[in-house]
T-cell receptor, first 117, second 109 residues
Framework: GAVVSQHPSRVICKSGTSVKIECRSLDFQATTMFWYRQFPKKSLMLMATSNEGSKATYEQGVEKDKFLINHASLTLSTLTVTSAHPEDSSFYIC?????????????FGPGTRLTVL | GQNIDQPTEMTATEGAIVQINCTYQTSGFNGLFWYQQHAGEAPTFLSYNVLDGLEEKGRFSSFLSRSKGYSYLLLKELQMKDSASYLCAVTDSNYQLIWGAGTKLIIKP
């Protein structure tokens, strides 16, 4: 099956710093990747849809200047949390579609636990 | 608006059967997914239904009725490792995934 990796799996940073999270599709080319965040005991919340070679589409209420998304290649998308604050502490998960396995299923990365002190 | 409802929490006994229901109201329908998510981990795919009926995969089965906007996930021969959250998600007309809040399943010995 399609494999998606995320790095780092866990990060702790000081308030005001920026954190970059990488999402890679390992055995397929993903023209579309998705970034979610999940607070404890809550469902996944879509933050943005990342399309290779073009600007990401952000969901309502998500600050595009704070959550910078870059999808420079067919196998890599990055999410940068700029000037992180404690309220940004969350579980960030990326997913990708594998066109070779139909257009519907999303394959998830293992997630990144961000803690901002 | 778009909405997916599923119970917040369910409890079942090891070895038993449990059914987790999901109802949805979305703008269009292009399939329904069930995912399993253990605490602190990303969701893992369980099943996908796009046509009415029952899909069986080992101990897990998923049912869909598009006319009723209803699905259920059936877990048989429950094991302790099945303790997790089960997420129902629907793909709408724009192929966006709309997520339910998840059902936390607690398995007791």
């Amino acid at each position: 099956g399609a494999v998606v990796s995320q790095h780092p799996s866990r990060v702790i940073c000081k308030s005001g710093t920026s954190v970059k999270i990488e999402c890679r599709s390992l055995d397929f080319q993903a023209t579309t990747m998705f970034w979610y965040r999940q607070f404890p005991k809550k469902s996944l919340m879509l933050m943005a849809t990342s399309n290779e070679g073009s600007k990401a589409t952000y969901e309502q209420g998500v600050e595009k200047d704070k959550f910078l998304i870059n999808h420079a290649s067919l196998t890599l998308s990055t999410l940068t949390v700029t000037s992180a604050h404690p309220e940004d502490s969350s579980f960030y998960i990326c997913s990708a579609r594998d066109p070779g396995q139909g257009d519907n299923e999303q394959f998830f990365g293992p997630g990144t636990r961000l803690t901002v002190l | 608006g778009q909405n997916i409802d599923q119970p917040t929490e369910m409890t079942a006994t090891e070895g038993a059967i449990v059914q987790i229901n999901c109802t949805y109201q979305t703008s269009g329908f292009n399939g329904l997914f069930w995912y399993q998510q253990h605490a602190g981990e990303a969701p893992t795919f369980l099943s996908y239904n796009v046509l009415d009926g029952l899909e069986e995969k080992g101990r897990f089965s998923s049912f869909l009725s598009r006319s009723k906007g209803y699905s259920y996930l059936l877990l048989k021969e429950l094991q302790m490792k099945d303790s997790a959250s089960y997420l129902c998600a629907v793909t709408d007309s724009n192929y966006q995934l709309i997520w339910g809040a998840g059902t936390k399943l607690i398995i007791k010995p």
